[in-house]
C-alpha cells in the first residue's frame, strides 16, 4: 500500500470515529440520522480538522501505519486527551459501522506491529 493511500485512509478513518462519538454523545442534542454522518458538532469538528491536519503533516505515514500506533506523538496533549476518548469509545463500535474498514485497518496495523518488532530485534 502506498504511503498516501494510507495517508488517506487514515483521515477517513478518524473522520468516521469522530463522527460515531459525536452521534453517539448526541452532542448536537438528538440522534443524528446516518446521512448526518459529518453533521459534527462544533468542537468535535474543530477536533476532526486537527486530527486531520496531523495526518496530512506526518512525516512518518510512509514508516508506520496509523496514529494509533506511533510513537511519536504529535499531538497536543490537550487534543490527544480528546482523541483518546474518542477511540475508546468509537473503537469498538467501528466494527459495527464499517466492519471491512475496521478489519483492514487492523490486519494493516498488525503488519506494521511485526515489522517494528522485527526491526527492533535486528
Ligand atoms: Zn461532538
Redesign the pocket.
Known sequence: MDTEKKRALEGDVMSKMIAI??RG?K??GRTCTPQDADA??P??RRLRDYALDRVAGCPRMEIKTFCSVCPVHCYSRDMREQIRAVMRYSGPRMLLHHPFMTIHHMWLDHQARKRARKEMHA
Open positions: 462519538y459525536c454523545n452532542h448536537r459534527l458538532c468542537d468535535c
